[in-house]
């Protein structure tokens, strides 16, 4: 019986070790992911120096129109507009989200897969947000 008392104590601290260890490099791994996460959302996201909640989603709605989106879905309340086109047979979709930001700001965020993969390459969301910029500027200036 003393044996398996031994036995069950070094099986139960090996355990015990083995979890620890897991849950160490999940924490690990956590982290990692939250600070690219942080990354990919500073890439996602401009700020603009309007209030003007639904000229921008209409800005939005024409810039992805002229990238070539087809719009699939648009909520003024909640502040998103979806598009979406296909790119070498598979399926690219983007989320555009609006929202206020203080007194005097909106803040843009893009979200845009292929697939099922997340689109990170921060030069896409560029061109899109200086597209949006550019829109913006002529609109408010009535240029046509």
Not at 41 to 57: A, P
Not at 93 to 114: D, H, K, M, Y
Request: aromatic fraction near 8%; hydrophobic fraction near 40%; charged fraction near 20%.
């Amino acid at each position: 019986m003393k044996k398996h008392f031994r036995i069950g104590i070094i099986f139960g601290a090996l355990a015990f070790t083995l979890l620890l260890t897991a849950c160490v490099s999940t924490q690990k791994r956590l982290l990692d992911s939250d600070s690219s996460q942080l990354q990919i959302r500073s890439i996602q996201t401009r700020y603009f120096d309007t209030v003007d909640r639904e000229q921008m989603l209409r800005t939005v709605m024409t810039t992805l129109q002229d990238f070539g989106f087809v719009l699939e879905a648009g909520e003024v309340e909640l502040g998103t507009v979806t598009g979406v086109k296909w790119i070498n047979q598979r399926l690219m979709r983007i989320t555009v989200s609006v929202r206020p930001r203080g007194e005097t700001q909106l803040v843009v965020r893009a979200n845009c897969q292929i697939g099922n993969e997340l689109v990170n390459d921060p030069v896409s969301y560029q061109r899109f947000f200086t597209a949006l910029s550019k829109s913006l500027f002529l609109e408010e200036h009535q240029v046509e």
